[in-house]
């Protein structure tokens, strides 16, 4: 069983940095391909970011890109999200993800708040 537990949220000005992490359990965590999404009120989830099983290669939305960097520590099963430049419609619920058999993501966190006042 895999469980994902996210932290870090809160509420933050615009232009603030915040910096999410997720905690993983599971028993291969090094081999799980991981990613961050977004929801926000009445809106769709968005793909957020993608980091693979080494850490060697990532992937942002356009929305996001050169402002978010995510990254993985394998050795203690976490993966972070860091958040700067943030903007009002960064405004959402921020959830991870872990694709842990190579078909698409399996598993989710719980998500964490993240709030930008203008």
């Known amino acids: 069983q895999v469980q994902l537990v996210e932290s870090g949220g809160g509420l933050v000005q615009a232009g603030d940095s915040l910096t999410l992490s997720c905690a993983v359990s599971g028993p291969t965590f090094s081999r799980y391909a991981m990613g961050w999404f977004r929801q926000a009120p009445g809106k769709e989830r968005d793909f957020v970011a993608a980091?693979?099983?080494?850490?060697?290669?990532?992937l942002y939305a356009d929305s996001v890109k050169g402002r978010f960097t995510m990254s993985r520590d394998n050795a203690k099963n976490m993966v972070y999200l860091q958040m700067n430049s943030l903007k009002p419609e960064d405004t959402a619920v921020y959830l991870c993800a872990a694709d842990t058999i190579g078909i698409g993501y399996d598993y989710w966190g719980q998500g964490t708040q993240v709030t930008v006042s203008s």
């Open positions: 980091i693979n099983w080494t850490g060697s290669s990532a």
